[in-house]
């Protein structure tokens, strides 16, 4: 007989102090390299660094749960990747409304082991974790969704399975 386990809320985690000021110095760096090195209008920067704040905040969340190593500067690009524990890739995606979709602009651009969705909350240092998923799942249960600027591939909030049982996943590849 399998048990499985259902959690009915989505894990909130709060980082410190210290995690929120890497988090933003990450967010500074990469919008400056993209202003210098990408040519973005300076007028487009302040709202990336809003953003781009809070998926690096999103980054530490996981990888505090998860036990990874902190994200890191990309001067080029992530390929897809933001995190790893031991051999598995994760790519972290933020959304600024809980319940909000797991999104990527083609099924080709999931390129992590797993995929994990993180929400802002009404605090500025909690994140909600709204769920993770793999490349199979995702492709099975996204739909197309035309979001104002082209088709883009959404995989519903309801179908994410929850973080614990990706933490349990990597602790038992980890040691077993």
Request: include cysteine; proline fraction near 2%; hydrophobic fraction near 40%.
């Amino acid at each position: 007989m399998s048990v499985r386990y259902t959690f009915e809320k989505k894990m909130r985690i709060k980082l410190s102090k210290r995690d929120c000021f890497e988090a933003e110095l990450l967010a500074q760096d990469t919008v400056y390299l993209i202003e210098r090195f990408a040519g973005v209008e300076p007028k487009k920067v302040d709202g990336n660094i809003n953003t781009n704040t809070l998926g690096c905040k999103a980054e530490y969340a996981v990888a505090r749960v998860l036990g990874t190593e902190l994200p890191k500067l990309n001067f080029l690009s992530d390929n897809g990747v933001d995190l790893w524990s031991g051999d598995v890739s994760i790519d972290v995606k933020y959304t600024t409304s809980e319940g909000g979709d797991l999104i990527f602009n083609t099924a080709d651009n999931f390129k992590a082991m797993v995929a994990v969705l993180v929400s802002k909350t009404s605090q500025p240092n909690v994140m909600r974790i709204e769920g993770w998923t793999n490349k199979r799942d995702f492709v099975l249960l996204a739909k197309k969704k035309d979001f104002g600027y082209g088709e883009r591939m959404a995989m519903a909030c309801k179908h994410l399975r929850p973080i614990e049982e990706l933490w349990r996943k990597i602790t038992e590849r980890k040691y077993a």
